[in-house]
């Protein structure tokens, strides 16, 4: 017969032992430390993390307000610059504008005065052109003037006004 009982054997005998899987339960003395340490190191960590976040996430949100009271101080600015620069500008369009009215109208005096000279010119050039023949005229009305004045005196030129009559004829053709 075996030693665990048979199937041919027709008794039953004790079912055999259980095999041996864990030993039993004992504390572990050294081998728990070494989790525990290890957990508390992670946990110091942690708390030395979420110290330096909250250190860093107070000095960005400092750094933040500092940039945002710069921003909009320099949008004042630059807001201040941009209106005093549009009444610049205006004021130079007026000025601009001004000037050209201004302009125009110089330029109209100096048409008109370009053309009085012109015509000025003309009229000396014609008074140069005639002055030998005028002065001829004049000197002949004289003559005329010394006789009317000697005939009414009682002188008798009566042949000398006839060639100073032909003379002025030639000079009333001539203007």
């Known amino acids: 017969v075996s030693a665990h009982g048979g199937a041919a054997g ?8 259980p095999p041996e899987t864990w030993d039993a339960y004992q504390a572990k003395g050294e081998e728990h430390k070494g989790v525990v340490a290890l957990l508390k190191m992670l946990k110091a960590d942690l708390d030395k993390e979420i110290q330096q976040m909250t250190v860093d996430e107070k000095d960005a949100q400092g750094e933040y307000e500092t940039f945002m009271a710069d921003s909009a101080a320099k949008r004042t600015l630059d807001s201040k610059s941009i209106t005093e620069k549009e009444g610049a500008k205006a004021d130079a369009e007026a000025s601009m504008q001004q000037m050209k009215s201004q302009k125009k109208d110089t330029s109209k005096e100096a ?5 009085y000279i012109r015509d000025l010119h003309l009229s000396c050039d014609w008074l140069l052109g005639n002055f030998e ?12 003037l010394k006789n009317a004045k000697a005939v009414l005196a009682g002188a008798d030129y009566s042949l000398v006004q006839t060639a100073l009559t032909s003379g002025r004829s030639h000079l009333r053709g001539g203007m």
């Open 10 to 17: 027709g008794g039953q005998g004790a079912p055999p032992p």
């Open 111 to 115: 048409m008109a005065k370009a053309e």
């Open 133 to 144: 023949v005028r002065k001829e005229g004049r000197a002949g009305e004289v003559d005329s």
